[in-house]
Nanobody, 121 residues
């Protein structure tokens, strides 16, 4: 069983910062890609940031150098540092990984339950 647990969400004022964490536990042979997505009410889920195992990062166009994704391959944890937050960043943020469960198994995508980020004065 693979579990992803996000933390670090909350209420922050515009211009503020938050750091999200996502810890992966359970039986994992190898984590390939790690990423963050978000979904605002009435909108589709969208990519926030994606990081490959070798360190290649991609961000949604709306990020514009405000967010930084990083990972700790020893702790099986991915982070999202969010600065200069705006009201439109309000959403539920989901962690996702692409991983191999056991040696010889196919890759699969796993999702966390999400953490709420609210940006408001």
């Amino acid at each position: 069983q693979v579990q992803l647990v996000e933390s670090g969400g909350g209420l922050v004022q515009p211009g503020g910062s938050l750091r999200l964490s996502c810890a992966v536990s359970g039986t994992i042979f190898r984590i390939h890609d790690m990423g963050w997505y978000r979904q605002a009410p009435g909108k589709q889920r969208e990519l926030v940031a994606h990081l490959s195992r070798v360190g290649t990062a991609n961000y949604g166009d709306f990020v514009k150098d405000r967010f930084t994704i990083s990972r700790d391959n020893v702790k099986n944890t991915v982070y999202l540092q969010m600065n200069s937050l705006k009201a439109e960043d309000t959403a539920v943020y989901y962690c996702s990984i692409k991983a191999t469960h056991t040696m010889g198994s196919s890759d699969a995508t796993y999702w966390g339950q999400g953490t709420q980020v609210a940006v408001s004065s």
